[in-house]
């Protein structure tokens, strides 16, 4: 028995891996050619896709939002998640990342379902404001520029229905969130965390999961 959270060990670690993950294989080549990427340390764990996943198809997700796109692993474990009429409004700026995503989507199928928005999230987010879809989707998670964090959480928490759900990530920092902020990424999020243990329009729960994952779900 144990009152707190586990710490992993790489020999746990790979037990728990050994023992849960079940992978497409698309999926398993996409996060190995992001593993050597120079910036591969900003794809999220396989246990946490895999746990997203799970969470689509028990809210019975079908219209989602993903805002920090990169390479793509991600909106394909999510995509990979949803009935085959569902959809991604997958939101990124930069064409380099996500084209390393792109026939990795398709091997997989599921190209149809993901919508690459290339320009600034707000932009994209705010159109689908203004185009009256407040209340139409399902699913949100974000996982792009910390200073943007909170800007994000509040058109999202517009778009979702009521009982959807909002997954965002890195809400731990490293553990850098729970000492005096040095940057403005790490205020932001503490900002971010704070605001969201008082907020009475969301359930909330913060996970240690990968780099901190916190889900909010819509009243």
């Known amino acids: 028995m144990s009152r707190r959270t586990l710490n992993l060990d790489d020999t746990v670690y790979n037990y728990l891996l050994q023992h849960s993950l079940r992978e497409h294989p698309v999926q398993a080549a ?5 593993s050597t990427h120079a910036r591969g340390t900003m794809q999220i764990s396989p246990e946490q896709g895999q746990f997203m996943a799970l969470l689509v198809r028990l809210i019975g997700a079908r219209r989602t939002i993903e805002i920090g796109v ?3 692993y991600s909106a394909l474990t999510v995509a990979l998640a949803l009935p085959d009429d569902g959809e991604i409004l997958a939101c990124d700026i930069s064409d380099d990342y996500t084209r390393i995503g792109r026939p990795y989507w398709e091997e997989a199928g599921v190209a149809h ?5 290339l320009a600034p999230a707000l932009e994209t987010l705010d159109a689908r404001l203004a185009a009256g879809a407040a209340g139409e989707y399902d699913f949100a998670f974000i996982d792009a520029d910390k200073s943007s ?3 994000y959480y509040e058109r999202c928490l517009k778009l979702l229905r009521r009982g959807g759900l909002i997954a965002i990530d890195n809400v731990l920092w490293s553990g850098s969130v729970a000492s005096p902020a ?4 790490t ?3 503490q900002q971010l965390n704070d605001k969201l243990h008082r907020d009475d329009r969301i359930d909330l729960s913060m996970l240690p999961i990968g780099d901190g994952l916190t889900l909010a779900r819509k009243l």
């Open 30 to 34: 996409l996060r190995e050619v992001t």
């Open 182 to 185: 040095t940057d403005a990424d």
């Open 113 to 117: 379902k993901i919508d690459l928005r």
């Open 70 to 72: 990169f390479t793509g």
């Open 149 to 151: 964090y909170d800007a």
């Open 187 to 189: 205020a932001a999020l």
